[in-house]
């Protein structure tokens, strides 16, 4: 069973950015759509952006322009780069499948401070 392990997380102000990487142990070239989700204190998670095994990008409209989201077949990893970073971005960020039995990782939690 592949399992994910999301890093790259931290503080950072305003305007700041950040890159999150997301490493699996197994090949991820199955999952077809492979997604970065974030979810805030008392909110749902939601998905921010994904990715086809092809490299066909889709983003919500709250990141758009803002972030990017690429990924590796060949070395099992995936990254979603974070420019112009404002408070409400602040959140748990995790990797996932859009579809697959995987289990979610810990995440890797992102703070932005006005």
């Known amino acids: 069973q592949v399992q994910l392990v999301e890093s790259g997380g931290g503080l950072v102000q305003a305007g700041g950015a950040l890159r999150l990487s997301c490493a699996a142990s197994g090949s991820i070239v199955s999952f077809n759509i492979m997604g970065w989700y974030r979810q805030a204190p008392g909110k749902q998670r939601e998905l921010v952006a994904h990715?086809?095994?092809?490299?066909?990008?889709n983003y919500a409209d709250s990141v758009k322009g803002r972030f990017t989201i690429s990924r590796d077949n060949a070395k099992n990893t995936m990254s979603l780069q974070m420019n112009i970073l404002k408070p409400e971005d602040t959140a748990v960020y995790s990797c996932?499948?859009?579809?697959?039995?995987?289990?979610w990782g810990q995440g890797t939690p992102v703070t932005v401070s006005s």
């Open positions: 996932h499948p859009i579809v697959g039995p995987v289990p």
């Open positions: 990715i086809t095994s092809g490299g066909v990008t």
